[in-house]
Structure formats: structure tokens, C-alpha cells
């Protein structure tokens, strides 16, 4: 079992920047490949971003990169998800996951979800 809690969420202005982190408990954090995901209103959950279990690796949806950045602490047992130039389109409720398979982007292979995080980007 792997409990997740996100924070971080918030109101910001587009071209902004928020930082979410996600805290892991239970099992050995160090061992789990970790992603976020989003669900805008009357959308669909999709995949932002993923990384691997030494943090060595990671991946983006198209949309988010070069602006958002996937990172973890395995001593910390904390995923993070930097968000920068922040637009309107990023409002969405933001929320960690776990895998065992690496850097997954499909939702179906993340078995522990977190309980998520509103992020809202004013224009």
C-alpha cells in the first residue's frame, strides 16, 4: 500500500509559477515510478508527467514541456512537479500517482492515487 497526499495547489496569475509536492508513505517510496496527472472541468484525467524511480529519468506531455518539471527526493519520500509560465489552460485538479512500471503515461497502470490538488491560472 502507498498513501499519496498532494499540496501545493493554488491561484495564479498566467505566466506564474506553483510548485507541487507529493509525500509518500507506506511502501519503500525509493522503489515506485511516480507521475502526475490532470483533470480540467468537463475533461478528461490525462498524463503530464512521469519519472522513474532514481529520478534519472523522466517524461512530458507535449503540452507542458519545456514549462513543467517532474523531480523527486526518494530520502524525503516527495515527488515534485515545478510549474512555470503558467497559462489558463493549465487549471486543472493536479494529482500524483504511483506505478510499478516506469514511466508509464497510460492511467491504468497507476495503482495508488493521491487525493489531488486544485491549481487555478487567471488570465
Known amino acids: 500500500q502507498v498513501q499519496l497526499v498532494e499540496s501545493g495547489g493554488g491561484l495564479v496569475q498566467a505566466g506564474g509559477s506553483l510548485r507541487l509536492s507529493c509525500n509518500a508513505s507506506?511502501?519503500?517510496?525509493?522503489?515506485?515510478?511516480m507521475g502526475w496527472f490532470r483533470q480540467a472541468p468537463g475533461k478528461e484525467r490525462e498524463f503530464v508527467a512521469a519519472?522513474?524511480?532514481?529520478?534519472?529519468?523522466?517524461s512530458y506531455a507535449g503540452s507542458v514541456k519545456g514549462r513543467f518539471t517532474i523531480s523527486r527526493d526518494n530520502a524525503k519520500n516527495t515527488v515534485y512537479l515545478q510549474m512555470n509560465s503558467l497559462k489558463p489552460e493549465d487549471t486543472a485538479v493536479y494529482y500524483c500517482?504511483?506505478?510499478?512500471?516506469?514511466?508509464?503515461?497510460?492511467?491504468?497502470?497507476?495503482?495508488?492515487w493521491g487525493q489531488g490538488t486544485q491549481v487555478t491560472v487567471s488570465s
Open positions: 500517482a504511483a506505478s510499478t512500471l516506469r514511466l508509464s503515461v497510460q492511467q491504468h497502470n497507476y495503482v495508488y
Open positions: 519519472v522513474d524511480w532514481s529520478g534519472g529519468s523522466t
Open positions: 507506506g511502501r519503500t517510496f525509493s522503489s515506485i515510478s
